[in-house]
Nanobody
Framework: QVQVVESGGGLVQAGGSLRLSCAAS????????MDWYRQAPGKQRELVAS???????NYADFVKDRFTISGDSAKRMVFLQMNSLHFEDTAVYYC?????????WGQGTQVTVSS
C-alpha cells in the first residue's frame, strides 16, 4: 500500500518562512516527478511547484523567487522551502507523487499565514 505523508505546516507571520516535507512509502516503483499543490478555502486546488526525477523544476508565477522545491525521487522525498510568506499563501498544501503506476496524493498539511 502506498502512503504519502506531508509535514511541516503551521502558523507563521507574514514575511516568515516554513519548510514542508513529503515522504512516500510502499510499492511506488519509479517516481517520475513530484509536485506541491495548494488549496485555499473556497478555491480550486492549484499547482505550486514541481520537480522531475532529473531535477528540472517549475514554479507557479505567484511563488517564483519565494519558494524553492527540492527532492530526491529515488528516496521518494520532496521539500518546499517557503520564504517571504504572504497572507494569500494560506492554504492546505498537498504533495503528489507521479509514478509509472499512477499518481498518489498526501492528506495535506495546513499553512496559515497571519497578516
Amino acid at each position: 500500500q502506498v502512503q504519502v505523508v506531508e509535514s511541516g505546516g503551521g502558523l507563521v507571520q507574514a514575511g516568515g518562512s516554513l519548510r514542508l516535507s513529503c515522504a512516500a512509502s510502499g510499492r511506488l516503483f519509479s517516481v517520475n516527478g513530484m509536485d506541491w499543490y495548494r488549496q485555499a478555502p473556497g478555491k480550486q486546488r492549484e499547482l505550486v511547484a514541481s520537480i522531475t526525477r532529473h531535477g528540472t523544476t517549475n514554479y507557479a508565477d505567484f511563488v517564483k523567487d519565494r519558494f524553492t522545491i527540492s527532492g530526491d525521487s529515488a528516496k521518494r522525498m520532496v521539500f518546499l522551502q517557503m520564504n517571504s510568506l504572504h497572507f494569500e499563501d494560506t492554504a492546505v498544501y498537498y504533495c503528489k507523487m507521479r509514478t509509472l503506476i499512477g499518481t498518489f496524493w498526501g492528506q495535506g498539511t495546513q499553512v496559515t499565514v497571519s497578516s
